[in-house]
């Protein structure tokens, strides 16, 4: 087994996380959804996200990334700094600064899909700093 995936599976297992493989790739399964790491280095990561309907990412902030969200599937209710936007497949890339607050929301009956790239110094799960935990 790669060590990424190793790294990976000690994560999840710490996240309480469920691992599912399919099509070879390694999916992590939460209560919101199940995410994948597609790509990954020094400097940044991409991950796909498929967010249940109506379940959301907690409102949270992140202390050494900024992440770029983008709207592959469904539609979106982004939540960040207060503010509130909705975004559908093929509309502006949402730039989350280092230290924004920010809240993925699916309010469909359809699963969301997000692309997300992160770029910082770390990129760790660890760097997640949930303001409002959800189980």
Do not use: C
């Not at 990561?45 to 990412?57: G, M, Q, R, T």
Request: aromatic share 6%; glycine share 6%; hydrophobic share 40%.
């Amino acid at each position: 087994m790669h060590l990424d995936h190793l790294t990976m599976l000690k994560e999840a297992t710490e996240h309480g996380d469920v691992v599912v493989i399919l099509n070879s790739d390694t999916w992590l399964q939460r209560h919101l959804g199940r995410y994948v790491t597609l790509d990954e280095g020094k400097k940044y990561k991409v991950k796909k996200f498929v967010i249940d309907p109506f379940k959301a990412i907690s409102l949270q902030h992140h202390h050494h990334r900024t992440e770029y969200w983008f709207v592959a599937e469904s539609t979106a209710t982004i939540l960040l700094d207060g503010n509130s936007q909705r975004l559908a497949p093929g509309d502006t890339i949402v730039v989350v600064k280092q230290g924004a607050h920010h809240k993925l929301v699916n309010n469909n009956n359809m699963p969301l899909m997000i692309m997300e790239i992160q770029s910082g110094d770390y990129m760790g799960e660890d760097d997640i700093v949930m303001l409002d935990p959800q189980i």
